[in-house]
């Protein structure tokens, strides 16, 4: 399954690829929105996983609204360990509270992918 990944910091975004492609997944990493948005108009992931706080002008909520604009039935795994922003996750979506394990991750996607098919 190819996965879009959406983590500005480096080391959490690194242990969460390695256990997805540790599962066999194709594994597509963005470190902020403007760069994540450019993956989800070429429709390359199956499901997306994004932090909500990310730098620059567009959070997670932006990034999930947008790519479910190119797939509406894109499954959706939010990571916030703290928002500014008032959730307002799209349906078909999970949120994972930070801190949390890779393998949590990994559960997620099987419990969202479960659903999709």
């Known amino acids: 399954m190819r996965i879009l990944v959406v983590e500005d910091d480096p080391l959490i ?10 599962e066999g997944h194709q594994v597509i990493h963005a470190a902020d929105g403007e760069e994540a948005l450019a993956w989800c108009k070429r429709k390359v992931a199956e499901v997306l996983v994004t932090d909500v706080k990310l730098p620059g002008k567009i959070d997670g909520w932006q990034i999930a609204e947008q790519c479910r604009e190119h797939d509406p039935r894109l499954p959706v795994i939010y990571a916030t360990g703290f928002s500014p922003v008032t ?31």
Do not use: C, N, W
């Open 13 to 22: 975004r690194e242990f969460v690829v390695d256990a997805l492609r540790e």
């Open 87 to 117: 959730p307002r996750p799209v349906a078909g979506s999970l949120v994972l509270q930070k801190p949390y394990h890779p393998d949590q991750v990994v559960a997620a996607i099987r419990e969202m992918t479960g659903r999709k098919r």
